[in-house]
Protein backbone atom coordinates (compact mmCIF):
# COMPACT_ATOMS: atom_id res chain seq x y z
CA UNK A 1 0.00 0.00 0.00
CA UNK A 2 1.22 3.62 -1.12
CA UNK A 3 2.67 6.15 2.01
CA UNK A 4 -1.27 8.03 1.27
CA UNK A 5 -3.21 4.91 0.75
CA UNK A 6 -4.25 4.35 4.41
CA UNK A 7 -5.63 7.53 4.53
CA UNK A 8 -7.78 8.00 1.22
CA UNK A 9 -10.98 8.38 0.52
CA UNK A 10 -11.03 7.63 -3.02
CA UNK A 11 -8.73 6.17 -5.33
CA UNK A 12 -8.82 6.65 -9.45
CA UNK A 13 -7.55 3.44 -10.93
CA UNK A 14 -5.21 3.65 -13.98
CA UNK A 15 -3.82 1.19 -16.29
CA UNK A 16 -0.25 2.75 -16.14
CA UNK A 17 2.40 5.84 -14.95
CA UNK A 18 1.84 7.75 -18.56
CA UNK A 19 -2.01 7.96 -17.55
CA UNK A 20 -1.35 9.03 -13.39
CA UNK A 21 0.92 11.64 -14.52
CA UNK A 22 -1.71 13.12 -17.10
CA UNK A 23 -4.39 13.09 -14.11
CA UNK A 24 -2.09 14.27 -11.54
CA UNK A 25 -1.39 17.40 -13.84
CA UNK A 26 -5.03 18.09 -15.14
CA UNK A 27 -5.86 17.91 -11.00
CA UNK A 28 -2.52 20.60 -10.44
CA UNK A 29 -4.04 22.30 -13.75
CA UNK A 30 -7.81 22.76 -12.35
CA UNK A 31 -6.19 23.42 -8.74
CA UNK A 32 -6.99 20.55 -6.85
CA UNK A 33 -4.82 18.80 -4.50
CA UNK A 34 -5.36 15.28 -4.57
CA UNK A 35 -3.80 14.51 -1.54
CA UNK A 36 -5.26 16.47 1.04
CA UNK A 37 -8.56 15.63 -0.69
CA UNK A 38 -7.85 12.08 0.26
CA UNK A 39 -7.57 10.97 -3.35
CA UNK A 40 -5.11 8.50 -4.91
CA UNK A 41 -3.93 8.35 -8.33
CA UNK A 42 -3.38 4.23 -9.02
CA UNK A 43 -1.31 2.88 -11.67
CA UNK A 44 -2.63 -0.92 -11.50
CA UNK A 45 0.06 -2.06 -13.91
CA UNK A 46 -2.28 -2.63 -17.13
CA UNK A 47 -5.99 -3.68 -18.04
CA UNK A 48 -5.64 -7.07 -16.23
CA UNK A 49 -4.70 -6.14 -12.78
CA UNK A 50 -8.17 -4.39 -12.70
CA UNK A 51 -10.18 -6.98 -11.05
CA UNK A 52 -7.64 -7.23 -8.16
CA UNK A 53 -7.60 -3.73 -7.65
CA UNK A 54 -11.22 -4.27 -7.37
CA UNK A 55 -11.26 -6.44 -4.99
CA UNK A 56 -8.42 -4.23 -2.71
CA UNK A 57 -10.05 -0.84 -3.22
CA UNK A 58 -13.62 -1.78 -3.95
CA UNK A 59 -16.61 -2.75 -2.04
CA UNK A 60 -14.97 -5.86 -0.52
CA UNK A 61 -11.84 -4.11 0.38
CA UNK A 62 -11.44 -1.15 1.43
CA UNK A 63 -14.42 0.47 0.34
CA UNK A 64 -13.08 3.31 -1.28
CA UNK A 65 -15.08 5.85 -3.43
CA UNK A 66 -13.49 4.33 -6.96
CA UNK A 67 -12.78 6.16 -10.32
CA UNK A 68 -11.09 4.65 -13.10
CA UNK A 69 -9.87 5.34 -16.59
CA UNK A 70 -8.65 2.65 -19.69
CA UNK A 71 -7.92 2.10 -23.01
CA UNK A 72 -10.96 1.58 -25.63
CA UNK A 73 -8.97 -1.86 -26.74
CA UNK A 74 -9.33 -2.66 -22.39
CA UNK A 75 -13.22 -1.59 -22.18
CA UNK A 76 -14.08 -5.02 -21.86
CA UNK A 77 -11.20 -6.03 -18.70
CA UNK A 78 -12.99 -2.90 -16.90
CA UNK A 79 -16.58 -3.88 -17.56
CA UNK A 80 -16.27 -7.92 -16.64
CA UNK A 81 -14.17 -6.28 -13.68
CA UNK A 82 -16.54 -4.23 -12.42
CA UNK A 83 -19.66 -6.48 -12.46
CA UNK A 84 -17.15 -9.02 -11.05
CA UNK A 85 -16.71 -6.44 -7.73
CA UNK A 86 -20.65 -6.32 -7.89
CA UNK A 87 -21.09 -3.02 -8.55
CA UNK A 88 -23.42 -3.58 -11.80
CA UNK A 89 -24.16 -6.33 -14.63
CA UNK A 90 -24.84 -5.91 -18.66
CA UNK A 91 -23.07 -2.71 -17.45
CA UNK A 92 -22.96 0.26 -20.85
CA UNK A 93 -20.26 2.87 -21.02
CA UNK A 94 -22.47 5.23 -20.18
CA UNK A 95 -23.12 2.81 -16.62
CA UNK A 96 -19.40 2.89 -16.66
CA UNK A 97 -19.43 6.12 -16.73
CA UNK A 98 -21.51 6.87 -13.85
CA UNK A 99 -19.54 4.37 -11.89
CA UNK A 100 -16.84 6.71 -12.64
CA UNK A 101 -14.81 4.89 -15.18
CA UNK A 102 -14.08 6.16 -17.99
CA UNK A 103 -12.90 4.82 -21.60
CA UNK A 104 -10.31 6.65 -23.61
CA UNK A 105 -10.61 6.28 -27.47
CA UNK A 106 -8.12 4.40 -28.42
CA UNK A 107 -5.59 5.70 -25.90
CA UNK A 108 -5.10 8.98 -23.66
CA UNK A 109 -2.44 9.98 -25.87
CA UNK A 110 -4.77 9.35 -28.74
CA UNK A 111 -7.36 11.94 -27.27
CA UNK A 112 -5.10 14.25 -26.11
CA UNK A 113 -3.16 14.51 -29.83
CA UNK A 114 -7.06 14.91 -31.06
CA UNK A 115 -7.54 17.87 -28.62
CA UNK A 116 -4.06 19.48 -29.17
CA UNK A 117 -3.72 18.55 -32.56
CA UNK A 118 -0.55 17.25 -34.70
CA UNK A 119 1.07 20.67 -35.10
CA UNK A 120 0.71 21.77 -31.42
CA UNK A 121 2.24 18.65 -30.47
CA UNK A 122 4.66 19.03 -32.92
CA UNK A 123 5.68 22.05 -31.21
CA UNK A 124 6.18 20.33 -27.91
CA UNK A 125 7.98 17.60 -29.08
CA UNK A 126 10.54 20.12 -30.94
CA UNK A 127 10.66 22.41 -27.01
CA UNK A 128 12.23 19.18 -25.52
CA UNK A 129 14.52 18.41 -27.90
CA UNK A 130 12.87 15.49 -29.18
CA UNK A 131 11.67 16.85 -32.90
CA UNK A 132 15.02 15.01 -35.13
CA UNK A 133 14.07 11.65 -33.65
CA UNK A 134 10.26 12.24 -34.26
CA UNK A 135 11.11 13.02 -38.04
CA UNK A 136 13.38 9.92 -38.24
CA UNK A 137 10.35 7.73 -37.36
CA UNK A 138 8.37 9.92 -40.17
CA UNK A 139 11.16 8.93 -42.74
CA UNK A 140 11.04 5.31 -41.59
CA UNK A 141 9.35 2.79 -44.30
CA UNK A 142 6.21 1.48 -42.21
CA UNK A 143 5.41 5.40 -41.50
CA UNK A 144 6.06 7.64 -44.70
CA UNK A 145 3.00 9.23 -46.12
CA UNK A 146 0.76 7.96 -43.03
CA UNK A 147 -0.75 10.75 -41.53
CA UNK A 148 1.09 13.11 -38.91
CA UNK A 149 -1.61 12.08 -36.32
CA UNK A 150 -0.66 8.37 -36.49
CA UNK A 151 3.12 9.09 -36.68
CA UNK A 152 2.67 10.90 -33.42
CA UNK A 153 1.12 8.35 -31.62
CA UNK A 154 3.39 6.12 -32.69
CA UNK A 155 6.25 8.34 -31.28
CA UNK A 156 4.59 8.77 -28.17
CA UNK A 157 4.38 4.76 -27.56
CA UNK A 158 8.00 4.43 -28.64
CA UNK A 159 11.10 5.01 -26.96
CA UNK A 160 12.12 4.78 -23.01
CA UNK A 161 9.17 6.35 -20.64
CA UNK A 162 8.43 8.29 -23.86
CA UNK A 163 4.69 8.34 -22.96
CA UNK A 164 5.44 8.99 -19.22
CA UNK A 165 7.75 12.09 -20.11
CA UNK A 166 5.11 13.82 -22.61
CA UNK A 167 2.25 12.97 -20.37
CA UNK A 168 2.02 15.87 -18.03
CA UNK A 169 3.23 17.95 -21.06
CA UNK A 170 0.63 17.14 -23.00
CA UNK A 171 -1.74 17.90 -20.41
CA UNK A 172 -0.06 21.26 -19.26
CA UNK A 173 -0.35 22.17 -22.84
CA UNK A 174 -4.31 22.05 -22.97
CA UNK A 175 -6.70 24.61 -23.39
CA UNK A 176 -9.02 24.01 -19.90
CA UNK A 177 -12.18 24.39 -21.77
CA UNK A 178 -10.93 21.74 -24.45
CA UNK A 179 -10.13 18.52 -21.99
CA UNK A 180 -10.55 15.06 -23.02
CA UNK A 181 -13.91 14.09 -21.90
CA UNK A 182 -12.75 11.05 -20.32
CA UNK A 183 -9.71 12.69 -18.68
CA UNK A 184 -11.86 15.55 -17.49
CA UNK A 185 -14.66 12.81 -16.16
CA UNK A 186 -12.13 10.84 -13.78
CA UNK A 187 -10.87 13.48 -12.28
CA UNK A 188 -14.59 15.28 -11.69
CA UNK A 189 -15.97 11.79 -10.14
CA UNK A 190 -13.22 11.92 -7.24
Do not use: N
Not at 9 to 29: H, K, N, P, Y
Amino acid sequence: MGPHLVSARAVVLVEGISDQRAVEALARRRERDLEAEGVEVVPIGGAQAIRGSLERFGPHGLDLRLAGLCDLGEEGHFRRALERAGLGSRLTRDDMEDLGFFVCVADLEDELIRVLGPPRVEEIVESEGDLGSFRTLQKQPEWRGRETYEQLRRFMGSGGGRKIRYASLLVEALDLARVPRPLDGVLAHV
